[in-house]
C-alpha cells in the first residue's frame, strides 16, 4: 500500500494510528493454529512486571541484549510445537497459552499478533507482520475486519512505552 492509501484511525477515545494493511483484510484466530506461539515473546517493561504476578521472571523469562522476552523451551510432545520441538514457555500441552487461561492476561505483545507495531515521526504505525502472512492461519477466514477492531490488538499500554515496536524477537 502507497503512503498515500494509509489510513489514520482513532482507538481507545483519542490515540491514532495509520495503518498500512488493507481495510479489507480479516482475522480470526485457529484454535488449533499455535505458530504465534512458538516464539520467545517480547515484553515491555509493564508486561514483565505484571508477568511477575503469575510467573517466577527466573523461570519464565531471558533477557537478550538488554531486552526481557518470555523464554522458549523444549516441549515433550508433537504437537504445538515448533519444527526444533520448543515453543513459549506458557503454552500448554492442549495449545492454550496458560498465562490467558489461567489468570486472564497476556503480554501486550501477544495481542499485536498478526500485525507488527512501529513509530515513524512519532506516530504508531500497524502493518501485517511478514511471517504472519505466511504462517498465521486466521488471516482471511472470516469477516472480522481487522481495521473495525484495532483495540482488541493494540493494548493502551502501547501509548505509554518510549518504544513500542513489535520487531524485536527473541
Ligand atoms: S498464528 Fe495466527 S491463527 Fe495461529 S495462533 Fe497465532 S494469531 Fe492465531
Ligand atoms: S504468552 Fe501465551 S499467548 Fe503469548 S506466546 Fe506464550 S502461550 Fe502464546
Not at 480479516?26 to 515473546?41: A, P, Q, R, S
Request: net charge negative; with cysteine.
Amino acid at each position: 500500500m502507497s503512503s498515500e492509501q494509509h489510513r489514520r484511525v482513532t482507538v481507545h477515545g483519542d490515540k491514532e494510528v495509520v495503518v498500512e494493511f488493507d481495510p479489507e483484510l480479516t482475522f480470526e484466530c485457529v484454535d488449533e493454529c499455535t505458530w504465534c506461539c512458538h516464539h520467545g515473546v517480547l515484553l515491555y517493561e509493564q508486561d514483565f512486571f505484571k508477568l511477575a504476578n503469575h510467573a517466577s521472571l527466573s523461570d519464565a523469562t531471558v533477557q537478550r541484549k538488554g531486552t526481557d522476552f518470555i523464554k522458549r523451551e523444549p516441549k515433550d510432545r508433537d504437537e504445538h510445537v515448533d519444527v526444533d520441538g520448543q515453543a513459549c514457555y506458557f503454552l500448554r500441552e492442549d495449545g492454550l497459552c496458560e498465562l490467558h487461561a489461567e489468570h486472564d492476561w497476556k503480554p501486550a505483545r501477544c495481542s499485536t499478533f498478526p500485525l507488527e507495531v512501529s513509530v515513524e515521526d512519532g506516530e504508531i504505525h500497524v502493518s501485517v507482520r511478514d511471517k504472519a502472512r505466511e504462517y498465521c492461519d486466521g488471516l482471511h477466514v472470516s469477516d472480522r475486519r481487522v481495521i473495525d477492531n484495532l483495540e482488541a490488538f493494540l493494548p493502551e499500554v502501547l501509548w505509554e512505552l518510549d518504544d513500542p515496536t513489535t520487531r524485536k524477537e527473541l
